[in-house]
């Protein structure tokens, strides 16, 4: 990946931060997702006794959790601590007395700061696009995962952002817009990084705005501005911004300008162990290639 691209984690920090306040009025699609996800658990047949909500945000998926999973222990990491005061507050306080109460984590999902096996599922909505190391974190989440335990996530795909991508090409050399993984790709990082059964799917969103200015704004709102390190410095030239509304207006339909958002939905399985007829792991020994 070009370094331009790489996540500036103290602006990605500081962005969410600041976001706080802001988040949970313009998250439409980001609450949208979280229903659905929330949705498929009725589908999936699972018990664990503790979950790691990965990148929770202000906590939009904490009462679904609890709610399906009254009994389990709930860890709430994010990496803007603003985010986790707000996430927090949304749970009756009374759950707190029953020992139910998410635990709130600030830490990078690139890092857990976990020991082995401690969870038996990961729940990640709309995190993964803002790491770098993206092979990493899987084996990260993989380490902490119990054996039989579950990820399930959701990120963006390539195409999201299309059209303001487009709009800013060739305006000058800087990005503009995050950089997505395909959904086929992380399928193969998923079982190049030990996880088995992995079922992956996406679709598109499109959302609707009068004008460009209130796109950026919302995307402001919700901490998801541009934090790359290849981004422009200072403020952006009133020439160029015309020239990328300009652009932007080649995409209006029906009074509206769109954007698309491509959402990819994932879910895979940590394996148990093999086990010999004994009943004893089994351990695999790869003999050295001679020299």
């Not at 986790?84 to 998410?102: E, S």
């Not at 959302?207 to 290849?230: C, F, P, S």
Request: aromatic letters at 8%; one cysteine or more.
């Amino acid at each position: 990946m070009s370094d331009d691209l790489l996540i500036d984690k103290r602006s990605l920090r500081r962005a969410f931060e600041q976001a706080a306040a802001t988040y949970d009025a313009a998250a439409v699609l980001q609450n949208e997702v979280c229903s659905r996800m929330l949705a498929r658990l009725e589908y999936i047949k699972h018990s664990p006794a503790a979950i790691l909500d990965a990148g929770s945000g202000t906590g939009n998926a904490l009462p679904g959790l609890q709610k399906h999973y009254p009994h389990a222990k709930v860890i709430a990491l994010d990496i803007a601590l603003a985010m986790l005061k707000r996430g927090c507050r949304r749970l009756p306080w009374w759950k707190g007395w029953l020992a139910h109460a998410a635990q709130p984590v600030c830490a990078d999902i690139e890092r857990l700061p976990f020991a082995g096996e401690a969870f038996g599922m990961i729940w990640s909505n709309l995190t993964l696009q803002w790491v770098n190391d993206l092979p990493r974190t899987l084996v990260e989440m993989r380490r902490v995962l119990m054996p039989g335990g579950l990820l399930m996530f959701s990120t963006f795909g390539p195409d999201t952002l299309r059209e303001l991508r487009q709009a800013y090409r060739d305006t000058d050399r800087h990005t503009h817009v995050n950089r997505f993984v395909d959904m086929h790709d992380i399928g193969d990082l998923l079982v190049t990084g030990g996880f088995c059964d992995p079922v992956m799917d996406m679709e598109y969103v499109t959302l609707t705005y009068a004008d460009v200015r209130q796109l950026m704004r919302e995307l402001k709102a919700i901490g998801a501005h541009n934090v790359t390190r290849g981004r422009p410095g200072g403020l952006y030239g009133k020439r160029r911004m015309a020239a990328v509304m300009q652009n932007y207006e080649r995409f209006r339909r029906d009074g509206t300008l769109p954007a698309t958002f491509e959402v990819v939905y994932g879910h895979a399985w940590k394996p148990l162990p093999r086990l010999a007829p004994h009943g004893r792991p089994v351990i695999e020994i790869k003999p050295h290639a001679a020299r």
